[in-house]
């Protein structure tokens, strides 16, 4: 509960949002377009990227690829420079490592430099070497997670509904992202797919279509100083009430702050 702020629903569920995370910066940083989430059978998750791949050379110090640095190590994040941050907002930071210490079982697949590697840890521990199991043209990362039973002893059954609308906010919020949502569990056989070209105007005709509008157009505008990107979007209707949505680094702020 300490990592994820709790061990029920909302914790099991924010697994996913932290392996997605990862994706979505790296898609942030312009190097993946395609994210695909797979909910199996087994209430097992599949999280898929075109992305350049976790890195898997050996890390100097640890001794050991920087993948399964980045998987065991609380902290470690995603990136090791310390000059590139983690731009979306995850599970306080503590990244995937996290999500590997609360699953029975986590496996990863890199596609990189040519190859395709292969590691398997289970409650957070290393139980294979990294190894390559074959060949490719593309890259990207692929991890498979089962939530540990021990950990969620509420629940470890996905909604479906649940993860639907997270990623349907996260493709609002990054345009040029496609996140693709497929349940393959028995009898609720369900798939989406989240594309929003006009981002956050989307986002806002959504809000809007069934209301009556003042403006048939968004007001929109972005500005980006001092390395700080600003997006708005707005439409004004008839009705004396408003909505308004802040978020931060692709987290919903329901509190506002200076960014509102
Ligand atoms: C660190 C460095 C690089 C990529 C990533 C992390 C990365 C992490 C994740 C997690 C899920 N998908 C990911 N995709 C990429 C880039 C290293 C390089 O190629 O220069």
């Known amino acids: 509960a300490m990592y994820i702020g709790d061990t029920f629903s909302r914790g099991l569920h924010h697994l996913v949002y932290e392996v997605v995370d990862n994706s979505v910066d790296e898609a942030m940083e312009g190097y993946c377009n ?15 990227d075109n992305g350049r791949g976790i890195p898997v050379d050996i890390h100097k110090t640890e ?15 995603g990136k090791f420079d310390h000059k ?7 599970l306080h930071g503590v990244g995937v490592s996290c999500v590997n210490a ?17 590691q398997r840890y289970e409650k957070g521990a290393t139980k294979t070497k990294l190894v390559v199991i074959g060949k490719t043209k593309s890259t990207g ?24 609308k997270r990623l349907r906010e996260l493709a609002f919020l990054n345009k040029g992202i ?24 989307s986002f806002i005709e959504s809000l809007t279509k069934n209301k009556s509008v003042i403006h048939k157009k968004p007001i ?6 001092e390395g700080i990107e600003l997006e708005v979007a707005m439409q004004y209707g008839d009705s004396y009430s408003e909505n308004v949505f802040t978020y931060a680094n692709n987290i919903h702020t329901t509190e506002g702050g200076t960014h509102l």
């Open 141 to 164: 990362t692929k991890i498979t997670f089962l939530p540990d039973d021990t950990i969620f002893q509420e629940t470890t059954v996905y909604s479906y509904d649940t993860l639907a």
């Open 220 to 225: 929109y505008f972005r500005k980006e100083k």
């Open 84 to 90: 590139t941050y983690k731009v979306s907002g995850g």
């Open 34 to 48: 395609k994210i695909n989430v797979i909910i199996n059978e087994n209430n097992s998750i599949v999280v898929i």
């Open 178 to 201: 496609v996140i693709c949502l497929k349940d393959l569990r028995e009898g609720k056989e369900k798939d989406a797919v989240f594309e929003f070209k006009g981002g956050i105007v």
């Open 102 to 118: 609360l699953s029975g079982y986590l496996e990863v697949e890199i596609k990189r430099d040519g190859k395709i590697y292969h």
């Open 63 to 77: 001794k050991k690829p920087a993948v399964e640095v980045v998987l065991t190590t609380l902290h470690a994040g």
